[in-house]
């Protein structure tokens, strides 16, 4: 078997993974999307591996490491969004920039003073 065609399908599978996480907004789909990136570099590690006939199968077993190294990040990024979508009521990536720290007022404190609760100390003094 040629080299070419494994690789030709990985980078299909890379390009597809890579317009998922730009154009989508759906952070489920991100991830899912990122999956993908990492299907395609997995199955590249295999095909140089068999390609190269290596007798230790270190692309596969760096194969297994990423897989392993995925499920993680999956369950991970899964927990996250979850926490996100119940707090917030939506996954959308775009409105989740609010959770980004507030720029310097212009005493140069972070965040404004009008989110503050007003206690009244300022007002006995």
């Known amino acids: 078997m040629h080299l070419a065609y494994p690789a030709v399908l990985a ?3 890379f390009c597809t993974g890579l317009y998922g996480v730009l ?3 759906n952070a489920i789909l991100v991830l899912m999307s990122v999956e993908l990136m990492l299907n ?3 199955l590249n590690l ?3 591996d068999v390609w190269l006939r290596d007798a230790l199968h ?3 077993a760096l194969t297994l490491f990423t897989i392993a ?3 993680a990040e999956i369950g ?3 927990a996250i969004v979850l926490l996100v979508y119940r707090n917030r009521g939506s ?3 775009d409105r989740l920039r609010d959770l980004a720290e507030q720029p310097a007022g212009p005493d140069g404190a972070a965040g404004s003073r009008e989110a503050q609760p007003d206690t009244g100390a300022e007002a006995t003094a």
């Open 23 to 25: 154009a989508r907004r």
């Open 40 to 42: 395609a570099v997995n």
């Open 76 to 78: 991970i990024g899964l």
């Open 58 to 60: 270190g692309g596969q």
């Open 69 to 71: 190294v995925a499920a």
């Open 91 to 93: 996954s959308d990536i």
């Open 46 to 48: 295999v095909a140089f």
């Open 11 to 13: 980078v299909l599978l």
